[in-house]
T-cell receptor, first 116, second 110 residues
Framework: KAGVTQTPRYLIKTRGQQVTLSCSPI?????VSWYQQTPGQGLQFLFE???????NKGNFPGRFSGRQFSNSRSEMNVSTLELGDSALYLC???????????????FGPGTRLLVL | GENVEQHPSTLSVQEGDSAVIKCTYS??????FPWYKQELGKRPQLIID?????GEKKDQRIAVTLNKTAKHFSLHITETQPEDSAVYFC?????????FGGGTRLMVKP
């Protein structure tokens, strides 16, 4: 099976712009989670989608949003970019079922975003 | 919400020695504890995991122990090798929300 893929891999934006990142989960995985990784804050949970619904949300401002499509692919959007949004954005997919136990999350390679 | 603390933040060992990384969590509802290894410039990779109904799990040179009463779990790497050098993250999952520890940079000196 192909692993989790993310596009683009690298992105440079300027303050005030908006950005959309894409994540394709492992085939058959229905849960997609997004994380922000920075040297100072480590790995922080953004949100998790399952069956096109956001089930969990981390402690990030409303500028960070996401969605999931019927094929389980997911996008996250960051509006009005700030310098502090520069980070590696990782998505992870898992086989999580609607009422089942937690399953292993497999990470994509990440999108490295630089805000100038 | 869940809070996961990880110690130490850096760990340097000689090749062949053992390395131990410890984590504590706060939410007693968490029931799945994966460990990830992240090499420089690469994605986190799962190396071992443990569920709350198990006290210990071993996979070759890597073992994880879990004490649910004390809410702490540990990663043990024996016979360390230079390729074990990486950042290791513990995590706790409850409700499919994965909360990471702050990471441990392990350096194995040849």
């Amino acid at each position: 099976k192909a692993g989790v893929t993310q596009t683009p891999r690298y992105l440079i934006k300027t303050r005030g712009q908006q950005v959309t990142l894409s994540c394709s989960p492992i085939s058959g995985h229905r849960s997609v989670s997004w994380y922000q990784q920075t040297p100072g804050q480590g790995l922080q949970f953004l949100f998790e989608y399952f069956s096109e619904t956001q089930r969990n949300k981390g402690n990030f401002p409303g500028r960070f949003s996401g969605r999931q499509f019927s094929n389980s692919r997911s996008e996250m959007n960051v509006s009005t970019l700030e310098l502090g949004d520069s980070a590696l954005y990782l998505c992870a997919s898992s086989l999580m079922t609607s009422g089942g136990r937690e399953e292993t999350q497999y990470f994509g390679p990440g999108t490295r975003l630089l805000v100038l | 919400g869940e809070n996961v603390e990880q110690h130490p933040s850096t760990l340097s060992v000689q090749e062949g020695d053992s390395a131990v990384i410890k984590c504590t969590y706060s939410d007693s509802a968490s029931n799945y504890f994966p460990w990830y290894k992240q090499e420089l410039g690469k994605r986190p990779q799962l190396i071992i995991d443990i569920r709350s109904n198990v006290g210990e799990k071993k996979d070759q040179r890597i073992a994880v122990t879990l004490n649910k009463t004390a809410k702490h779990f540990s990663l043990h790497i024996t016979e360390t090798q230079p390729e074990d050098s990486a950042v290791y993250f513990c995590a706790a999952i409850g409700g499919n929300m994965l909360t990471f520890g702050g990471g441990t940079r392990l350096m194995v000196k040849p």
